[in-house]
């Protein structure tokens, strides 16, 4: 029996899951169907797919593909049609069993991308356009393999400084509907800084990212998967998430951040009272 099945169905019904990542995205495993299957057992109402979408030229990594057909293909936009086309068909094949399908793309953020963003927008109807940081001077800080190649040549002011310049420019390019896992830095550079890494990047959030933020309409989701990443918080962390919203900060969405089926709807009972807009109104057929 697949794994996802072994999840039982969430308490708080009519939640939604707007970041999900299928077997497009080259480090995620699952079908659409199968990530639909998931959530409907979750009893998840809605569902977002928001496939990694990797273009830097300068990124010192290799994560510039996105996987067709078992294939790896290049992060170019005419590449994603075959993704667009699947998430299209899920929503008529799901929601008339109760699951809304919607169509997402997580941006690889990069200096000068907004062209690049502008260009999807264009060739494909996105519903929704999450912002994805996962590098500091073109190296990915996001993985195991990849952490201390990128923290090893800088202090931690200087990690969080870089981190928070590309979150705000990222904001005031108007580009993105949603900045997402904002404190994503933490992954591993609470580990290789120890804890003054959060605590410089909870007093920059509050004097550079959330002025950017409101002045811009961009939001922030909850990204809940740092609870299986083993750090026992949120992305943000609750503080920034609370902090963010006294700001005057929009809390868009729930995230699972899945890369697997059963990870659908992670920590969701727990989690859902930070987002007042969670669960979704359906639309009038």
Partial sequence: MPEYNQREPL???GLADYHCHCDYSIDATGSIDE??????????????????????????????????????QPSIPENLAPYVEDVRQADDTYHSKGL?????????????????????????????MLCGIHEVGNACFAC?????????????????DKYTRQVVTAAESGVFDTIAHLDY??????????????????????????PALVKSGTALEVNTS??????????????????????GVEIRHLGSDAHVPWQI?????????????????????
């Fill in 226 to 247: 740092g609870i299986r990443h083993g750090i026992d918080n949120y992305y943000p962390s609750i503080r920034i998430v609370n902090e963010a919203r006294r700001a």
């Fill in 100 to 128: 809304s399908v919607k169509l997402g793309l997580e941006f690889g953020w990069y200096k000068g991308c907004e062209e690049g963003v502008a260009r999807l927008r264009e060739m494909y109807t996105f519903d929704y």
């Fill in 11 to 13: 308490s708080i019904p």
């Fill in 265 to 285: 709807g992670l920590d969701f009972d727990a989690a859902a009272s930070l987002v007042s807009s969670s669960m979704p109104a359906w639309d009038e057929d």
């Fill in 35 to 72: 990530y639909c299957i998931a959530a409907l057992r979750r009893g998840l109402v809605e569902i977002c797919f928001t496939t990694h979408f990797d273009s830097n030229p300068n990124s010192l990594g290799d994560a510039d593909q996105i996987r067709i057909n078992s294939e790896l």
């Fill in 144 to 160: 195991r393999e990849c952490f201390e190649a990128c923290f090893s040549s800088l202090s931690v002011e200087e990690v969080v």
């Fill in 185 to 210: 830095i933490k992954k591993y550079g609470t580990e290789f800084f120890g804890p003054k890494l959060e605590e410089l990047f909870a007093k920059a959030a509050k004097e550079q990212i959330f």
